[in-house]
């Protein structure tokens, strides 16, 4: 649970390299961790990016937006997590699917390396398209562009590629030809919903991963549910990927928003400390 | 013999008007005194029915005569010959259908406050500071890995390690207890106590392993490579749906979750623990099992102005515990009987307004045995509630039957066992507890550990499966 490394990755996006042997020999593309910073911290679920068998490590990546995640971002190299369990989830249905597309936005950036990994490993021929509102967010470029054949792209202010959404190339790549065996998509909910709707009238297999509020990670609260089709399903246990035409986005968003206020309140809780803590250190 | 009082001494708690501002424990418990006054009203039968009437076999009037007699020390050791956990049971086990519901006394009157005195001997000894360890048989060189650090787990563990076995529980929360911690609310079972009773496990040479999820990080299977035996008491933590429209708005929660936040995750000091749960002004509970009475007094402590029990038959057939009843009916509790959820309402966001209900009316006996409840046709109405707790119950845990493919299951998913022994039908793994049984009492949970230690035990000695 120790920290071992610790590196910005651009604005508030942090990658930490983290020792846990255990976690390291089983984790698969697409499964996730849950972790607590301290005591009276709670449980939030991160996506494993990358993980080392014979070192015992894995990393995550984590975008500093919530309280949560900012007071994550406090530790260094040397701490430990309070808690640290997973491997959780089920992992990225992994073969070759021929050729495929793999977008994503923002941290999701960071979630799609290790199912590029995969999906290279298992001889796909892959496209990603990337996209971040702007060129500091989009992030681990030269790590993807060895991951992947050919690789896209896009910012809201054209400040790096394409000027727009991930959906304009990808409506041209599939405009051009049909015979993709998988889009895979990870980025914010109203991504995952624009790239689904782009793909269901193709017919060509979308999953998206998602990144439900959760408490316990293990199938027990039900915090996570999410409508798959007509059913009630579990991120956490059922996912956390799902065919991206059968989610339903919109309930989704809503129910990610369940806590914004707390979150508010938190923050202003968070910044608080911090600024006291620098004053006692002054 | 004096006859016996025909009523229990009666047990000290905190004001209804008082204690629903807080999550402090309700009753205070009895003090030397008031114990002893008790417990001289057991007339000590010669075959008691209180002991065939008590699931972890406790030897209760011998507990009894020894708090008579001012010999505590005596009486948490003739407690702790069968029951390593006896603050969590005096507090939790529904006494008034088991040991007292046989008492003897109960025929003059009240019976003896079996439940308050098992709750007092404990607390006694906490408060020496001198916790007693049992006899602990020689080092049989045999290990036992135990799933679930609940009150399954927690039984099987102390009674194995007695035997002499080498013990590790597997907790997949970052905190032992399972129910104990995460469901039953500080109210009624102060976490302290939970650690306190954990704590005398680990002194029994019991090791602990919390954050580790059996069926991801380790299979069962990796585990017999290591262990001798399994004993699987992972629960029944998967909540049930009406699969009604708008269960998935925002405001409407499972028990687990709502508890989990509040018990667990202790929502309710928010943002000194950093967890959130939304603090409903209307809530109301859809069930009216002893999880629904948490949920709804912890909805009251949150600051509900409003918060009713919504059931479907009638009070005759509530099926918690009366004193649950009690306090809630004490601390303001509106119960809405005869009532059903059809359907929930939400504003424009997906955030919860209103549930729509019919009214019931009781027919003829089911297969329970209890009135069918009948919808009245045309009798829809609304109420306004901004958070809805879904408690009508569990099923088995599925993670450890999806990942021991060959472990044979029953219908709901729970695991099936011998009665007897606590075998499974994969050769040396056992279970017990609600993953076996389905959702059940804590009590019958830790009795479920307490037969499976010893299945395990005869195991591990004759090597006959």
Not at chain 1, 229 to 240: L, Q, R, S
Not at chain 2, 207 to 216: A, C, H
Not at chain 2, 286 to 299: E, F, H, K, P, Q
Not at chain 2, 302 to 325: D, N, Q, T
Request: net charge neutral; with cysteine.
């Amino acid at each position: 649970m120790k920290i071992l490394e610790k590196k910005k990755i651009a604005k508030d996006l942090t990658k930490f390299l983290i020792s846990s042997p255990l976690i390291a020999q089983k984790a698969l593309p697409g499964q996730f961790i849950m972790l607590m910073v301290n005591e009276v911290g709670e449980r939030i679920p991160l996506t494993i990016a990358a993980s080392d068998k014979d070192k015992g490590t894995i990393s995550i990546i984590f975008q500093e937006v919530g309280y949560t995640t900012k007071l994550l971002g406090t530790l260094g190299v040397g701490d430990s997590l309070y808690s640290l369990v997973g491997p959780l989830g089920r992992a990225t249905e992994i073969k070759n699917y021929g050729k495929v597309i793999v977008l994503g936005g923002g941290v999701g950036i960071a979630e799609i390396l290790p199912v590029l990994r995969a999906l290279k490993g298992a001889g796909c021929d892959i496209t990603t398209i990337l996209g971040g509102r702007t060129k500091e967010l989009v992030i681990l470029v030269d790590q993807v562009k060895e991951l992947t054949n050919q690789l896209i792209i896009t910012t809201n202010d054209g400040s790096l590629g394409e000027e727009g959404l991930v959906t304009a190339p990808l409506g041209r790549l599939i405009k051009e030809s049909q015979d993709y065996g998988l889009v895979f998509c990870v980025g914010p909910v109203p991504m995952m919903k624009a790239v689904s709707d782009l793909t269901r009238s193709h017919k060509i297999k979308t999953t998206v991963c998602l990144n439900s509020i959760m408490v316990d990670g293990t199938g027990m609260c039900g915090c996570c549910r999410v409508t798959i089709g007509k059913e009630n399903k579990f991120t956490c246990v059922d996912g956390p990927d799902f065919d991206g035409h059968l989610v339903d986005f919109d309930e989704l968003m809503n129910r990610q928003r369940i806590f914004n206020e707390h979150e508010k309140h938190a923050l202003c809780k968070l910044d608080e400390q911090i600024k006291k803590d620098k004053e006692n250190t002054n | 013999m004096p006859k016996p009082s025909p009523k229990q001494v009666p047990m000290p708690t905190q004001d209804p008007k008082e204690r629903v501002k807080n999550f402090l424990e309700v009753p205070h418990g009895y003090t030397i005194a008031q114990a002893q006054e008790e417990a001289v009203r057991c007339i000590q039968c010669k075959n008691p029915p209180c002991v065939e009437g008590c699931p972890v076999d406790i030897n209760i009037p011998g507990f009894i005569d020894f708090i008579a007699k001012g010999d505590f020390k005596a009486s948490i050791r003739k407690m702790k010959e069968t029951n390593a956990l006896p603050a969590v049971c005096g507090r939790v086990c529904p006494q008034e259908d088991q040991c007292q519901k046989v008492c003897v006394v109960a025929k003059m009157g009240e019976s003896v406050g079996i439940g308050k005195l098992e709750a007092f001997i404990a607390d006694w000894e906490a408060k020496s500071g001198e916790i007693e360890l049992p006899e602990i048989k020689p080092s049989s060189g045999k290990k036992v890995a135990v799933v679930g650090g609940g009150p399954a787990g927690l039984a099987a563990s102390g009674q194995l390690a007695k035997f002499g076995h080498k013990v590790k529980i597997f907790e997949a929360l970052h905190k032992m207890g399972g129910v104990l911690s995460y469901g039953i609310p500080e109210f009624r079972l102060p976490n302290d106590i939970v650690d306190r009773e954990v704590n005398y496990i680990k002194s029994l040479g019991v090791e602990i392993q919390t954050s580790f999820v059996v069926g991801k990080i380790k299979t069962i299977d990796e585990l017999l490579s290591e262990y001798d035996a399994v004993f699987i008491g992972t629960g029944a933590g998967l909540p049930w749906f009406m699969n009604i429209e708008g269960e998935n708005y925002n405001g409407v929660y499972t028990a687990n979750e709502y508890l989990t936040r509040v018990n667990l995750m202790k929502a309710y000091t928010f943002p000194n623990h950093i967890t959130p749960v939304t603090k409903g002004k209307r809530v109301a509970i859809i069930g009216a099992g002893n999880t629904a009475m948490d949920a709804v007094r912890t909805a009251i402590r949150m600051g509900a102005k409003v918060a009713s029990i919504v059931y479907r038959r009638s009070l005759k057939e509530v099926p918690a515990r009366l004193e649950e009843i009690h306090h809630a009916r004490q601390e303001g509790v509106d119960f809405k009987l005869l009532t059903l959820p059809i359907k929930y309402h939400a504003d424009s966001q997906g955030w919860l307004k209103e549930m729509e209900c019919l009214k019931m009316e009781l027919g003829e006996p089911d297969a329970s045995g209890r009135r069918r409840p009948v919808p009245i046709e045309g009798s829809n109405f609304r109420i306004p509630v901004d958070v809805v707790v879904i408690a009508i119950g569990n099923n088995p845990n599925p993670l450890i039957a999806e990942s021991t493919p060959d472990i044979k299951v029953g219908k709901k998913g729970n695991i099936i066992i011998d009665e007897a022994t606590g075998k499974t039908n994969k050769k040396s793994v056992f279970a017990g507890g609600d993953i076996a049984s389905g959702a059940d009492t804590v009590v019958s949970a830790m009795r479920a550990g307490k037969i499976a230690a010893r299945g395990i035990d005869e195991y591990l000695r004759t090597g006959l499966w």
